[in-house]
């Protein structure tokens, strides 16, 4: 199958500092990631679609100033956790579908922990 | 109404059960349904597609019922490694929908 490969798989950051996410397709060209957010015991909830090369579209409450998603390729996208604060602790995974395909294919998921 | 409904679990049952999962979706857009299986801390990974006229997977048996806007997941025989958390996922178009996933639980 597809391969998505997100890095890092782990990070922790101070309070106020920013972190990023690269998600890239392997093996495909990815015109379209999803990002997500998961809190512990919870679903994944989407959080903004970043299609290549124009603005992401973010879900109701998600601010987009505090993360800031670039998809400047094909093959990479990324999302920026700006000024983190410990509430931003989370799993953070991306996905994408392979063209005329109907098959979601995830990042490996980064655990964001900010102290 | 959430979008995505799944069985809230958990379910904890010995090796060899037969275990079901129930979902429901609001959408009657919906277009595409899958299993989708997450290890604690782990990316979901998919387990089946589920389509109209029922399919089997080995121990895994999915079905859809596109009137009622049911989907289930059936295992049987559960092993030790079955346990995961499920997660029903309706597709429209390119959004994917998640369910709160239900969390299952094999005992020896």
């Known amino acids: 199958g597809a391969v998505v490969s997100q890095h890092p798989s782990r990070v922790i950051c101070k309070s106020g500092t920013s972190v990023k996410i690269e998600c890239r397709s392997l093996d495909f060209q990815a015109t379209t990631m999803f990002w997500y957010r998961q809190f512990p015991k919870q679903s994944l909830m989407l959080m903004a679609t970043s299609n290549e090369g124009s603005k992401a579209t973010y879900e109701q409450g998600v601010e987009k100033d505090k993360f800031l998603i670039n998809h400047a390729s094909l093959t990479l996208s990324t999302l920026t956790v700006t000024s983190a604060h410990p509430e931003d602790s989370s799993f953070y995974i991306c996905?994408?579908?392979?063209?005329?395909?109907?098959?979601?294919?995830f990042g490996q998921g980064t655990r964001l922990t900010v102290v | 109404r959430k979008e995505v409904e799944q069985d809230p679990g958990p379910f904890n049952v010995p090796e060899g059960a037969t275990v079901a999962f129930n979902c429901t979706y609001s959408n009657s857009a919906s277009q595409s349904f899958f299993w989708y299986r997450q290890d604690c801390r782990k990316e979901p990974k998919l387990l089946m597609s589920v389509y109209s006229s029922g399919n089997e997977d080995g121990r895994f048996t999915a079905q859809l019922n596109r009137a009622s806007q049911y989907i289930s997941l059936l295992i049987r025989d559960s092993k030790l490694s079955d346990s995961a958390t499920y997660l029903c996922v309706v597709n429209y178009g390119q959004n994917f929908v998640f369910g709160p996933g239900t969390r299952l639980s094999v005992l020896p």
């Open positions: 996905s994408s579908i392979v063209p005329q395909g109907t098959e979601a294919f």
